[in-house]
Every structure is written in structure tokens, then in C-alpha cells.
């Protein structure tokens, strides 16, 4: 990859729109983070994670292109919506888009797949206990 | 007239394919350079982090950041701003 931007604005507004939309289904909030790690994979993931303003809210994807790692990180209460096996789903997704070079697809598809997974239905009447 | 001749011919012969050859080249790459540089697995990455939806800083000094959840001397408490016990999933390709 020459010296630029990872993304063109093009594809900067297809993720951004994905965050969007995963967040709004969901009701958590989608982080993406795509460049190198100063150290090993995970921890600098968790580390990101707690830069952001509500960890436990949050459900972080980081990608290395250069080591070509994915970790998808769920926060505290994240976790409950989105459980490991939906998480390591969407990451298969998303390791099969990087594998053929598309960065873009993979996190737009994968961000896609981890907020309809998180995706609670409304539970209707669940607070009219008076019309039961 | 041997001169003018020997000119057409370099001029069919020569010029001509050479057209269609920048022509046919043109058209391959020009998808290619529309989208720009293209992420290649194997091959190293220049470009800078990007953080989409995350903090008004676009990447964290790791001297500043905040110890891990676990980590000795940082009991695990809700309402820190350290995510407490996570989970996830990783990949490799």
C-alpha cells in the first residue's frame, strides 16, 4: 500500500454510514479503528476501547492490515447483546472480505452483521402491566 | 518518395498499435486509478491509523492511556471509564 489515506471518502462514508446504522438497531455504540498496533493485537485493542467516553457501551473493531489481525472487542455490557459466537461470526465475515484485499467491504459488511446480531427487538406492552 | 513511404509505413505499422495499445492500457487501469491504491494482504501499510466513531484524538498516546482492566493496582469498577471485563472475538488472515 503506497504512502495516502487508507480510505477514499467514498469509502470513508460507506463505513461511517455502516457505524451508523449498526448503532442505531442496536442501541451500542460501533467503533472502528484500522492501522497498526504498538503492541500485541488485543491489549492495544482494549486500550482503545478505554479511550473511548463509554467502554462498556461500546463494541470495537480494529484491524491490522500489516499483521493482518482482527479483534473485535465488546464492552462490559456490549457483551450481553452481542455474544462471542456473533462476534467470531461477523469476524469470519470480515476475515474473508480482507483476505481478498477489500478492507471496505469486510468492515462494512461485518460492522452490518455485528448491529443486526446486537439488534433487540422492542418488547411490546413489556410496561403496561395494568393490561395484562 | 522512399523517405515518405518508409514514413506511412512506421506511421501504420508502428503507430497505430501503439495507439491502441495506450488506449486498451488505459481503459485496464483506469478503474484501478479511479479508486485508488488498493489494499494488498502480504504487502506493508503506509497509511495512517484511521478511527472511525471514535475520541476527538485520532490515536491514543500510549503514554497516557489508561491501565488495563486486571492490571495490578486497578480494581475493576463501573463508572471509571475502563471497560470492565470484555469479550469479543479475534481473527487472522
Redesign the interface.
Known amino acids: ?8 471518502p467514498d469509502q ?1 462514508y460507506d ?2 454510514r455502516a ?1 451508523r446504522h449498526a448503532e442505531e438497531i442496536s442501541g451500542l ?8 498496533a ?1 503492541s500485541e ?3 492495544f485493542a ?8 463509554d ?2 457501551h ?2 470495537l473493531v480494529y484491524v491490522d ?12 455490557l ?2 450481553r447483546q ?3 459466537a456473533a ?2 461470526l ?3 465475515t ?3 472480505s ?6 471496505t467491504g469486510g468492515l462494512v459488511t461485518g460492522v452490518q452483521q455485528l448491529g443486526t446480531h446486537a439488534h433487540q427487538p422492542t418488547l411490546l406492552h413489556a410496561n403496561e402491566p395494568h393490561k395484562q | 518518395m522512399i523517405t515518405l513511404l518508409s514514413g506511412h509505413t512506421v506511421l501504420v505499422f508502428v503507430g497505430i498499435p501503439v495507439l491502441v495499445i495506450a488506449v486498451v492500457a488505459l481503459l485496464v487501469f483506469a478503474p484501478s486509478i479511479a ?21 476527538a ?1 485520532t ?2 498516546d ?1 503514554a497516557h ?2 491501565e ?2 486486571g492490571a495490578p493496582g486497578t480494581p475493576a469498577t ?1 463508572g471509571t ?13
Request: zero cysteines; aromatic letters at 8%.
Open positions: 500500500m503506497p504512502a495516502g489515506d487508507a480510505f477514499t470513508l463505513i461511517e457505524v455504540r460501533f467503533s472502528v479503528y484500522v492501522g497498526g504498538d493485537t488485543r491489549p482494549l486500550e482503545l476501547l478505554n479511550e473511548l467516553e467502554p462498556d461500546t463494541v492490515p500489516a499483521g493482518r489481525r482482527l479483534e473485535i472487542v465488546t464492552g462490559a456490549a457483551k452481542l455474544s462471542d462476534a467470531g461477523a469476524a469470519l470480515m476475515q474473508t480482507f483476505a481478498t484485499g477489500d478492507l | 479508486k485508488g491504491p488498493r489494499y494488498r494482504p502480504g504487502l506493508s501499510w503506509w497509511a495512517p491509523p484511521v478511527w472511525i466513531n471514535g475520541p484524538v490515536k491514543p500510549p492511556l489508561p488495563l482492566p463501573a471509564g475502563v471497560a470492565r471485563t470484555t469479550g469479543g472475538a479475534s481473527a487472522s488472515w
